[in-house]
Each structure stands twice: as C-alpha cells, then as structure tokens.
C-alpha cells in the first residue's frame, strides 16, 4: 500500500470520526424532538440519523480491522471487512425505510398534531449538520465502497431534512397534517433505489464479481495483443475491497518466445491501462484441453496452432507471478 494511499485512509477515518460526532449528537436530539412535536417526517429523519450513527461507527471499526496484516490463515489480510459494513449498512437501510412506509400507511388512516414550529427548527437545525457531515465524507466517497455507504445515509438525510423544513411550513400555513406522512413517505421511498445500488456493488464484490469499471473483453484484447502471446484464457479478474483489484490469467505463448519478457510486457499493460497491479500469470507453451475448477472452457485455438494437448507451465519453473 503507497503512502499516499495510507494518507486517503487516514484523511477518511478523520472525516467519518467528525461526522460521528455530529450525526449521534444530533440524532439524539432530533427523536427528542420527533416525539414532543409528533412528527413522522422528523421521526423518519431521526431514523435515517440512526442508520446515519450506525454506519458510520461500523465503518470505522471496518477501517480498524481492515489494517490487520494477512497472517497464515487470511493472506488477503482483513480489508474485505469494509466491505461487509457496507452491505450491512444497505441492508440496515431497507429495514428503515420499509418501517417508515408501514409506519406511514398507518397514520393515513389516523393522522396526529402535529407542532409545525418545533417541527421547523429541528429540521434546520438537522439539515445544517448534514451538510456539514456530507461535505466532511466527500473526499472518500469514490475511494471505497464503506465510506459510500456513510455518504449515501447522510446524503439522504441531507434530503429529508428540507422534506422535513417544506412540510413543516406547509402544515403551518394550511394545516394540512398529512403532508407529514406523504414526505415521510417520499424519504422513505428516495432512499431506496440508492440504497440497491450500494448493496449490488458490496455483493458483486464478495461474490469476486469482475469490479464496476472493468471491462474483461477490453482486457482480454490487451493480453492477446501483447507481443509473444498466441492466446490468454482462465482469465478472472476480481477485488478484495475497494482499489484493489487483483487478476489471474493463462497466456499461450508462440514458439521461441520469452516467457520472463512476455510476463514484464503483459504487467505493464495492466498497470498502465486498468491500474491493476496485483496479476498472477501462468506462461504455457502447449494449449489447456479441459475446462478449469470453475467449470471455464479456454477459448479455441485456431487448428494450425495446435501444438499439442497436455497441459506445461513455463519451463522456467511453475506458474509466472508477480
């Protein structure tokens, strides 16, 4: 890991501590007021605020143990950690927003007062210190999956809060008491579709998923090109966490090529074109003819290239890694 990467990690874990502070301070004072005002808009928000604290002290304690070094039993180290606080964090929020919507369909029926004044001041109050605790997380936000997570929940409470302030003046000025609920609703409903797409990408990751960005035909067509590769094949590309991005392929070498150059050559390209640096390569100078653990037949080999049928890693000795 570079140094200027330990700095991100570092500059994250800063930014998330000081969004803890103010997402649990608030929180509390934020059902407080939900409760005196009899407000779901603002409950809904107090919950959100809670999934909020949450998040943030999973994902912290993710970054704490994703910096254990690999031992003998995990030799990827601990990293995939962040990883799982992500997803807990999505599935965390499907729970909130599914209560928020039973808890909604019931006060349809029998809507309460509700104090549009104390209402008001805690929603601004609130959606202050969202924005300050959004603009806290952006930096990291693109960097790993586990700090996107923290953003999305305050990002969505940075949203529901103006819901809030819009209702509150509403309900002031008409007395129209649900409105309370249809914006508790619209929060509810705005936070889910986010909320998918954050659990699809920390599955894809613990499912060794080719990661979002990567194109795999992109990367086959480099390998092939590469000078003294005939073809590339058992190709898997996958991320123990966010940024780290490993690779594993089998590269059918021509007759009388280098298979130490060729190695040099293809770690290049996949540095220089998809920044992957962590590739296993095994140099073979006769075609695999079966298909591999995961059941992957290589591609077909062109007849007048056949050189044979069995199976040789480099003559060199074994498999070529980097």
Not at 14 to 30: D, I, K, Q, S
Not at 93 to 116: D, G, H, N, T
Not at 247 to 274: I, Y
Not at 279 to 293: F, H, M, N, Y
């Amino acid at each position: 890991m570079s140094e200027a990467h330990d700095h991100g990690k570092g500059s994250n874990e800063r930014a998330m501590w000081l969004a803890l502070a103010l997402t649990g301070g608030f929180m509390v004072v934020e059902v407080i007021g939900g409760v005196l005002t009899g407000s779901l808009a603002l409950l809904s928000d107090a919950a959100h605020m809670l999934t909020d604290t949450t998040a943030l002290v999973i994902a912290l304690f993710a970054i704490r143990i994703g910096r254990r070094a690999a031992d003998a039993r995990r030799t990827y180290g601990y990293a995939r950690f962040e990883i799982l606080a992500a997803a807990f964090n999505a599935a965390m929020l499907f729970v909130v927003a599914f209560y928020i919507l039973y808890e909604a369909y019931a006060r349809l029926s029998e809507p309460q007062q509700i104090q549009s004044s104390a209402m008001l001041v805690v929603a601004v109050v609130g959606m202050i210190v969202n924005f300050i605790s959004m603009r806290l997380l952006t930096g990291g936000k693109d960097e790993s999956l586990n700090v996107k997570g923290a953003y999305l929940e305050v990002w969505s409470d940075l949203l529901g809060s103006l819901g809030v302030i819009v209702g509150a003046l509403v309900i002031r000025f008409t007395g129209w008491l649900w409105v309370d609920t249809v914006i508790a609703v619209a929060i509810a409903l705005w936070v889910l579709p986010r909320t998918w797409t954050l659990l699809k990408a920390s599955v894809n990751v613990l499912l060794e998923g080719v990661p979002d960005g990567v194109n795999l035909d992109d990367i086959r067509s480099a390998l092939r090109s590469t000078p003294g590769v005939q073809e590339a094949h058992d190709l898997h590309v996958w991320a123990i966490t966010s940024g780290k991005t490993s690779l594993s392929a089998h590269l059918l070498l021509n007759v009388g090529a280098d298979a130490e150059a060729v190695r040099l050559a293809v770690g290049a390209k996949l540095r220089e074109q998809f920044g992957i640096r962590h590739s296993t390569l095994q140099c073979e100078l006769t075609p695999c003819d079966s298909p591999d653990d995961f059941g992957l037949l290589p591609l077909p080999i062109p007849a007048g290239d056949q050189a044979g049928t069995g199976h040789r890693n480099d003559p060199a000795g074994g498999d070529l890694r980097r």
